[in-house]
């Protein structure tokens, strides 16, 4: 059971990548091992752990889409940001272990 009020699927933030006009702040809250395995071009990394000190990294002035391995950690980023007054949050579920689109990875 997720606490975030909004939710959208891996598709779904998959077709918004896909929009050359849409102004989003894509927040990956994984650990830095797990995000330089794999992670999706163009998000940024706040591990969760760190999410609440560095809440002046995250602009309220867009949509932010949390995602995370499997929606749990997300889901609690999303509590945090929403607690702290960011409006337009969502958790995408299920997260990276069934996401099917685009990767990178810092390892070559």
Known sequence: MTVCEKEMTNEQLENILHDDEASFLLLDV????????????????????????????????????????????SDEACTILRENGYDEVYNVVPGMIHWNGIVESDFA
Not at 50 to 73: A, H, K, M, T
């Open 30 to 73: 994984r650990e830095t091992t797990e995000y330089a395995i794999q992670h999706i071009p163009g998000s940024v990394l706040i591990p969760l752990g760190q999410l609440s000190e560095r809440l002046d990294e995250v602009s309220n002035e867009q949509p932010i889409y949390v995602i995370c391995r499997s929606g749990v950690r």
